[in-house]
């Protein structure tokens, strides 16, 4: 049966940019690679937690055309210690906020940003009320 999600897939425009974004800012670490039948770069994966990765392909060149309520991946989330520290850090590296420390309708606390290709994230500390932590 099915044990958990092993990765988020993602095109990126520029390896190097996002690389930057999720190890550099985001704190997180370059696993490995993954080259292709010539030996060309293909994939990076970062890993975020024991068995968790987010995989960066190169070679993202078309963004989607923007459309109001889009069907599809709406966004990722991170789960953090503490959504004000994250904020802070972000900030302190150049990262605009989407939208500031706040305490959603399911009483997590959560903050908006978006990586280099304008993929949103949201980075969430969970409470002991949420629904996320008593179900």
């Known amino acids: ?10 095109k990126v425009q520029d390896m190097e940019k996002s690389i930057h974004f ?3 800012i985001l704190g997180f670490k ?4 993954i080259r292709d039948d010539n030996n060309n770069p293909w994939i990076e994966y970062i890993k975020i937690a024991p068995g ?5 392909f190169y070679g993202g060149q078309n963004k989607p055309e923007a459309v109001t309520d889009p069907i599809g991946v709406d966004h ?6 503490d959504i004000d520290e994250i904020a802070n850090v ?3 590296k150049g990262i605009t906020l989407d939208v500031e420390p706040t305490q959603g309708k ?17 980075f969430m500390q969970l409470v002991p009320s949420s629904p996320h932590m008593n179900c």
């Open 52 to 56: 968790q990765f987010i995989e960066l």
């Open 1 to 10: 049966m099915i044990k958990g999600i092993g990765h988020v897939a993602l």
């Open 76 to 81: 990722l989330c991170l789960e953090v210690n």
């Open 106 to 122: 399911d009483n997590n606390f959560q903050c908006w940003a978006k990586d280099p290709d304008g993929n949103r994230i949201e």
């Open 30 to 33: 370059k696993a490995f690679e």
């Open 22 to 24: 999720y190890c550099e």
């Open 90 to 92: 972000l900030k302190s």
